[in-house]
């Protein structure tokens, strides 16, 4: 069977289906669109580089450690200006580098060069000054370079002193990280011979070092700099099968012999006829003449220096490479949104890469399943499984079954094929799905996933068309949709019945801290209306949930709220060792019903327990008591737990303070993550052989262990939400938002997933919030909406190219009405017999969020620093590879990135920075518990906030414009301090105010009339009737709607105590917890990826 082959244009559906009338789907006609080729990288909204000479030829100086010099004056796609040989490189724009140039000694010749077009002209950079005392590696990642698909990587190019086997290499050690080792000795890659003219042209941004070097003749010599490409420029050279990527060279160095002494100055006058446009200077510079500059002694140092005596030599400050030399995610994120926001991504062509996850795009399903759905590390697989462990990418897709779609998208038909049930494979179970042949007359049907021939029910036969293809293709969604659900048959149920409606239990800790904080009082209340919205099946007036409730301490209060009773009637367990329900008839009632008998108990419970002083409570008992409620009610449900403090009272699951920070960084960090006590691993069993999902809300002051705690939540698919020190005040909002989501979304119960694949191909390991009874299938209690399944493949056997690999999802659950249907989801890739096709088809996003998924669960039985080690050593090895079958020769100091990867170490350095791997002092061990158990189930769209989070300008743009302003690069140099940033993490929302602010900005958003007078903290804006406030608060809003959880807003004020916690998420930086930057992580990878390849 062959599927390579994409869908033919889909005409509208036919006669409308008995089972599913009105089923109707539009013609959506041809094909994609060409994905538009990626533009040049280049700096993004980064400070303007300081200062800079630029040397006429034969000549070249270090940058300062400020800034790089500035990339060109010709305009490039991206808005930057390139500068050519000679250009305004005198003009400071921006803050002055504080390093004076140093001149050569008079005697010094310099050789003459023809001038060459200002663009394709290389300017050389080369450091001057005598080599420092101690040796230090730079990462010399500079002068990005990137290559359209189908070119080869230029040769280094640039102005040489002599030959090339003349280089020196470069070594030192990683400069300011505890965590890295020293830099290994490389040869520098030789420059390009012959008149620079000659040289392909090559798109590069200046560097700036990481530290100084210690080159064996005068120091190491820098990358050539031209001006950018447009979109759709190419090298010169054959083109060649290779994806676009980004390649560093590393730093050049300067001729043996060559003495680098004497005051800084400029270079002597330059004996080559002047370039045009440009008049030589008193100072031997081209230009227009230069002022007094603020850095300076004098209005230029040095320039009596020609001819005299050499002075003492003058260190060299370190050097880091230039930020805007790096990839940049917000360049990307914009990028994509540009090239593919504005095209329907059609899902019927095989194996094309969706857009990125920060992209709006509407999706049409025409045979597989929307990436909505379904996303993939990679979409082309390696046909022979050696290409596979070679090319070292993971092979993972991350599976949402349940996803909510945007209003423009319709929702999964479904279909009911009445008592006989979905048609099926015999052999493999697999669900009817587009890529299932008919043959026979269309009688029968081959499997796509194992070869099997089966039988076409005489109910379900039709004729084929002239093209092997069934005449109601179009008609039925399972022949022409990638994502649709069926009616599920009895068979499909347990115990051959169908299952009634599901039911929610509400336990609420009532011991003294839960009172004392007003947390009993506010829940009560705010059930009264939240049980108004309960969920409900597709137009139903009103939901079939039937509710319960219990309160806690030391023992458990069951509340009998039948709607006969005028009162309710509380029964009280104190055996809390053998737990049992004391009632069945009237403890879940339907909530219409017994309005009035549970708004009197919800008024009652504060005042029952106003006047407690029992401290202790018990936790396992809890959870106990709800499944033994659901199980006798036969039905699956939901418990909502809110609890306050470490269950320490004489019970099952008693639990004590083990929190020692002493173990961090040591090999038994790992039993930090791990349960305490025994007592939970069966109790999650049971709860998910009962469909019994477990949602714990926390409101600890101290310790209460959540790595225990959140063991039964997390294996029956439930959620945890921490509100540590919880105010009513500060957190009311917070607190009820997550609540009122949490009731409300989308849950399948009792659930059941099975991945189906083609031949050769078998799933192999899972990662997610699910219990595992066998290796095949994934069992969840409660499957929610926001929950990802990620599952890991293999292949041992040769793929087929020509029919790629078919994958199957199939999600059994028990939805809100009590009906059992199963969801199927299909997905077909491709298969490629070049790794260059590999690299090229990646996912970032998806690749990260399996590597995040993949080191949370590792730091359960490893150290957590072999995780890290594991994780910058797997990265690593992704490039090697790369750069040997698909990167045309280079030297082996450059640094080449596949165009699809070169996110991966920004948003991996930020997982090894992240509160799991490396935590800060202030970070307790329950947060990082909290956080591991947030990351476990993450969709892939969360690691865009929750691994960069953006800093967005809210004074920059026009105040009419509501829409999201263009974010910066989350780097503290990035931030001005006139100027108010809005960062999003996932779980805060961080406000900072910049000490130099305008007054008036000020007053329009926090209603003061200074800087001084805004309350750092805050976590509401006031209401103000001007239209920044307006921007601003409605800005937040929208952020909120988007995220699955309520961001808390925290007002930051520069230089302020709290500024340290905005800082850590200023990710391009180094943390205080030693995590490195960006630019020292890009330069630890490139060490790595050095070592491999040696």
């Known amino acids: 069977m062959n599927v390579n082959q994409s869908a033919p244009p889909v005409p509208p559906f036919g006669q409308p289906q008995p089972v599913y009338a009105g089923y109707h789907q539009s013609s959506y006609g041809g094909q994609p669109g060409v994905t538009a080729a990626p533009t040049p990288y280049g700096a993004y909204n980064g400070p303007v580089p300081g200062y800079q000479q630029p040397p006429p030829p034969g000549v070249s100086r270090a940058p300062g450690p400020s800034g790089a010099p500035p990339a060109s004056t010709a305009q490039g796609p991206c808005g930057q200006t390139a500068y050519g040989q000679f250009g305004q490189g005198d003009v400071q724009n921006g803050p002055s580098s504080g390093v004076q140039m140093q001149g050569l000694p008079g005697s010094q010749p310099f050789a003459p060069a023809p001038l060459a077009p200002v663009v394709s002209q290389p300017a050389v950079l080369q450091p001057y000054g005598p080599p420092p005392t101690s040796a230090q590696v730079t990462a010399q990642l500079a002068g990005m370079q990137i290559s359209g698909a189908g070119a080869p990587a230029p040769p280094a190019s640039g102005l040489g002193y002599g030959p090339p086997t003349s280089l020196a290499s470069a070594s030192g050690s990683f400069p300011n990280s505890g965590l890295y080792g020293s830099y290994p000795q490389g040869q520098a890659p030789p420059l390009g011979q012959g008149h620079p003219g000659a040289q392909p042209p090559q798109r590069s941004v200046p560097p700036q070092a990481s530290s100084s070097t210690s080159p064996a003749s005068g120091g190491p010599r820098m990358p050539s700099m031209t001006g950018p490409l447009w979109p759709g420029q190419s090298f010169g050279g054959p083109p060649v099968s290779q994806p676009t990527h980004v390649s560093f060279p590393p730093p050049q160095a300067l001729p043996p012999g ?17 370039q045009p446009g440009y008049q030589l200077q008193q100072n031997g510079s081209f230009g227009p003449a230069r002022g007094p500059q603020s850095n300076y002694g004098s209005p230029y140092p040095g320039a009596a220096t020609f001819g005299s005596q050499p002075g003492p030599p003058q260190p060299v400050p370190p050097k880091r490479l230039d930020p805007d030399a790096i990839p940049s995610p917000i360049q990307v994120i914009e990028d994509d949104r540009n090239n593919r926001g504005s095209q329907p991504f059609v899902t019927g062509v095989r194996g094309h890469v969706p857009p990125l996850v920060t992209t709006n795009f509407l999706v049409k399903d025409q045979g597989i399943a929307s990436p909505r759905y379904i996303r993939c590390t990679s979409y082309n697989i390696p046909c022979p499984s050696d290409m596979a462990k070679q090319a070292q990418v993971p092979l993972a897709a991350v599976i949402k079954p349940l996803a909510r779609l945007p209003p423009e998208e319709a929702s999964p038909y479904v279909v009911d094929h009445g008592e006989s049930g979905p048609l099926r494979c015999n052999r493999c179970k697999a669900y009817m799905c587009p890529f299932m042949q008919f043959v026979g007359g269309g009688r029968r049907f081959q499997c796509c996933f194992c070869s099997c021939i089966n039988d076409v029910p005489p109910q379900y036969f039709q004729h084929l068309d002239h093209t092997g293809k069934r005449v109601d293709a179009y008609d039925r969604p399972e022949l022409s949709l990638g994502s649709y659900e069926f009616f599920a048959t009895v068979d499909y149920c347990k115990n051959n019945k169908f299952p009634i409606p599901p039911a929610f239990i509400f336990m609420i800790d009532v011991s003294y801290n839960a009172v004392r904080s007003g947390l009993v009082r506010l829940l009560c209340e705010a059930l009264k209306s939240l049980l108004d919205f309960l969920p409900r099946e597709g137009g139903a007036e009103e939901s079939a949930i039937r509710v319960g409730f219990v309160t806690y301490n030391k023992v458990l209060h069951f509340y009998n709220v039948k709607s006969s009773l005028a009162h309710p009637q509380m029964m009280v367990v104190s ?55 659901l199980k006798a009610a036969e039905c699956a449900g939901k418990l909502f737990l809110f609890h306050t403090s470490l269950p320490i009272a004489e019970a099952p699951g008693k ?12 090999d038994k960090e790992k039993t930090l993550f791990q349960p305490q006590s025994g007592a939970y691993q069966p109790l999650a069993k049971e709860c998910v052989a009962q469909g019994c999902c477990v949602d714990l809300f926390l409101f600890p002051n101290q310790y209460v262990d959540v790595a225990t705690l959140s063991v039964v939540p997390q294996l029956t698919g439930g ?119 590999l690299y090229r088809n990646c996912e970032p996003d998806t690749l990260i969020n399996y590597m995040a998924k993949f080191a949370c669960r590792g730091v359960l039985s490893s150290p957590v620093k072999t995780v890290r080690d594991t994780l910058i050593t797997q990265c690593a090895k992704f490039w090697p590879c790369y750069r040997k079958n698909c990167a045309s020769p280079s030297s082996a100091g450059q640094l080449i990135l596949p165009e699809c990867m070169k996110l ?31 990351v ?114 925290i007002v930051v004020k520069q230089e302020d105590k709290l500024e340290m916690l905005f800082k850590h998420f200023l990710v391009e930086d180094k943390s205080l917890s ?21």
Not at 258 to 274: A, D, K, L, V
Not at 1074 to 1094: N, P, T, W
């Open 258 to 274: 060559t003495q680098m002494t004497g005051p800084p100055g400029p270079p002597p006058p330059m004996h080559s006829p002047q």
């Open 575 to 629: 055996d809390v060792g053998d737990m049992f329900v004391p009632l069945l008839d009237g403890f879940l009632v339907n909530v219409s019903e017994s309005r009035a008998v549970i708004t009197s108990l919800l008024d009652q419970i504060p005042e029952m327990f106003a006047d407690t002083r029992e401290t202790e409570t018990v936790f396992a008992p809890v959870i106990q008591a709800g499944m033994e409620a």
């Open 655 to 666: 639990l004590k303070n083990r929190d020692d920070r002493k173990l961090i960084n040591t």
């Open 719 to 837: 959620s945890v939400y921490k509100y540590a020190c919880f105010q009513v005040e500060n957190d009311q909002e917070r607190f009820l938002s997550d609540l009122r989501r949490d009731v409300q979304k989308v849950v399948g119960f009792d659930a059941v997933m099975r991945v189906r694949t083609s031949t050769v191909i078998r799933a192999v390991d899972f990662f997610g919030a699910f219990y595992m009874s066998n290796t095949t299938g994934v069992e969840l209690a409660g499957l929610a909406g926001d929950k990802r399944v990620t599952v890991e493949f293999k292949h041992d056997d040769r793929l087929n190219e020509e029919n790629g690999a078919l994958l199957q999802w199939a999600l059994l659950s028990t939805r809100w009405a009590g009906q059992r249907r199963p969801r199927i989801h299909n997905l077909a890739l491709n298969c490629c017999t070049q790794l260059a096709d």
């Open 904 to 934: 991966l170490p920004v948003y991996l350095n930020w997982v090894l920075k992240s509160e799991v791997l490396q935590p800060g002092a202030e970070v307790t061990t329950d947060d990082r518990a909290c956080v591991r158990q947030l």
């Open 936 to 1049: 476990t189930p993450m969709d892939v769209a969360e690691p865009n906030v929750f691994f960069y989070p953006r800093p967005l300008p809210l004074t920059k743009s026009p105040i009419e414009n509501t829409t999201e302003p263009p974010a910066v690069r989350a780097s503290e140099e990035r931030l001005s301090n006139g100027d108010i940033y809005l960062l999003e993490t996932g779980l805060n929302l961080f406000l900072w105010v910049g000490a130099s602010g305008q007054q008036g900005v000020v007053q329009s958003v926090f209603g003061v009339s200074s800087f001084s007078q805004i309350t750092s903290g805050l976590s509401v804006l006031p209401v103000l009737d001007n239209l920044l406030s307006k921007k601003v608060r409605g800005l937040i809003d929208g952020l909120r709607a988007q995220r699955l959880r309520y961001m808390k807003l």
């Open 1074 to 1094: 030693g995590g490195a930057s960006y630019v020292d992580f890009l330069c630890h990878m490139h060490k790595e990826i050095r070592q491999l390849l040696s």
